[in-house]
């Protein structure tokens, strides 16, 4: 079910399944991803006996958001993650995936008593590296240069590219496109810039004592899946692998993930 959240002036779009009056989850998007890519798991969770709501961030898919980059640093948008808390009620169980987990922890540490419990997923402890680093440092100057299109058609090229790549089906692979075009140009900026600046930020978390689950796939390549087991660790959290399943583990191995999930949250 399609929802729209009325949040001090921003309006959030979100996919919702489960009793209204459930216990809450929210569900956080990373860079250049949207509400969708939690699809697998909303019936399920609302199955289970909570109320599961995935949202675009502003500036995300069909989330408007402003045109100044800075809005879109994980300080300033965990505002709005914790604006929505607050609307969803007590008791909220917050999940953020990448770039999402880092906006997640931002609106845990500000607000602590807003959140009954944090899923890291797929996120780290600091700044991005390694090669999806370098995939957004050389497509920043295509930003300005071409737009979203440009930016689109040579990140395309790039996958393409890569050993063992699988075209997605027709209909996937349109509404990815649809997708990207449709995200604010400032909010790709704002959030690359970001992921390339992020402190480590673990011990400001550790403090505020809100249960923690650290949870990714096993061939994750994003942060390093030592550099999340670390984390975990220093964070006093519980700590899961999920088979089969690298950076999405939402989509590619939803069952899995979600016992992982359910298990935590009760």
């Known amino acids: 079910m399609t929802e729209l959240l009325e949040i001090d002036g921003a309006s959030l779009v ?13 569900l956080v998007p990373g860079y250049t991803g949207s509400k969708e890519d939690f699809a697998p798991l909303l019936g399920p969770i609302g199955e ?9 961030l502003p500036g995300q898919y ?5 045109d100044d980059p800075d809005a879109y640093r994980p300080d300033a948008l965990a505002r709005t993650v914790v604006a929505a808390a607050q609307l969803l009620g007590p008791g909220v169980r917050l999940l953020g995936h990448s770039f999402g987990g880092l906006v997640a922890r ?14 890291l997923l797929s996120s780290g402890p600091a ?15 295509l930003l300005a240069a071409s737009g979203l299109n440009g930016v689109y058609a040579a990140m395309q090229a790039a996958a393409t590219a890569e050993p063992g790549y699988v075209e ?18 400032a909010m790709l900026q704002g959030m690359g810039e970001a992921l390339r600046l992020e402190p ?13 689950l650290v949870v990714h796939g096993e061939h994750d390549d994003a942060w390093d899946p030592a550099t999340q087991q670390d984390m975990a660790e220093r964070l006093g959290a519980r700590y899961a692998v999920v088979s ?15 016992t992982v999930l359910l298990d935590f949250w009760r």
Not at 18 to 24: I, K, L, V
Not at 62 to 66: L, Q
Not at 127 to 141: C, D, F, N, S, W
């Open 62 to 66: 069909e989330s408007p958001g402003p």
């Open 14 to 26: 979100a996919l919702t399944a489960g009793p209204s009056a459930a216990p809450p989850v929210l």
């Open 48 to 56: 289970a006996g909570l109320r599961a709501v995935a949202i675009d």
């Open 127 to 141: 700044a991005l590296g390694g090669v999806r680093r370098k995939r957004i440092e050389q497509l920043e100057p």
């Open 106 to 119: 931002a609106a845990v540490i500000a607000a602590p008593s807003a959140f009954a419990s944090l899923v």
């Open 168 to 185: 997605p089906p027709v209909e996937l692979a349109e509404f990815l496109r649809q997708r990207f075009l449709a995200g604010s140009p």
């Open 200 to 212: 480590d930020r673990v011990a400001e978390l550790a403090a505020t004592g809100v249960p923690a």
């Open 244 to 258: 089969h399943a690298a950076h999405s583990a939402a989509v590619e191995n939803p069952v899995d993930l979600l």
